[in-house]
Nanobody
Framework: QVQLVESGGGLVQAGGSLRPSCAASDYTFRFNVMGWFRQAPGKEREFLGHISWNGGSTYYADSVKGRFTISRDNPEKMVYLQMNNLQPEDTAVYYC????????????????WGQGTQVTVSS
């Protein structure tokens, strides 16, 4: 399994933006759909979106569509989550994950996870 490390979270005021990053340990990740998830205190983990192995397509949950954008840079082994117009309800720990199946469609289990990065949005 590929090792993933998130960074780039932080504290931001409502209406602001953040761009968490996810660094992969090796180039095998370039064959996998990469997803972003979040978990707020006392809530279940929430799927936010994913990006295809070649970056050609993305899919987003309705809760973040139009505000969040996922991108990837395979040569740099990086995945990004651009978050705009953040609101207090976006406060959570944000995780990136790799789908276990190479060249998948984002419908198989994500079996490689990072440790998460905290995002806090103040009102």
């Amino acid at each position: 399994q590929v090792q993933l490390v998130e960074s780039g979270g932080g504290l931001v005021q409502a209406g602001g933006s953040l761009r968490p990053s996810c660094a992969a340990s090796d180039y095998t990740f370039r064959f996998n759909v990469m997803g972003w998830f979040r978990q707020a205190p006392g809530k279940e983990r929430e799927f936010l979106g994913h990006i295809s192995w070649n970056g050609g397509s993305t899919y987003y949950a309705d809760s973040v569509k139009g505000r969040f954008t996922i991108s990837r840079d395979n040569p740099e082994k990086m995945v990004y989550l651009q978050m705009n117009n953040l609101q207090p309800e976006d406060t959570a720990v944000y995780y990136c994950a790799a789908e276990g199946r190479p060249y998948g469609l984002g419908t198989s289990p994500f079996n490689s996870w990072g440790q998460g990065t905290q995002v806090t949005v103040s009102s």
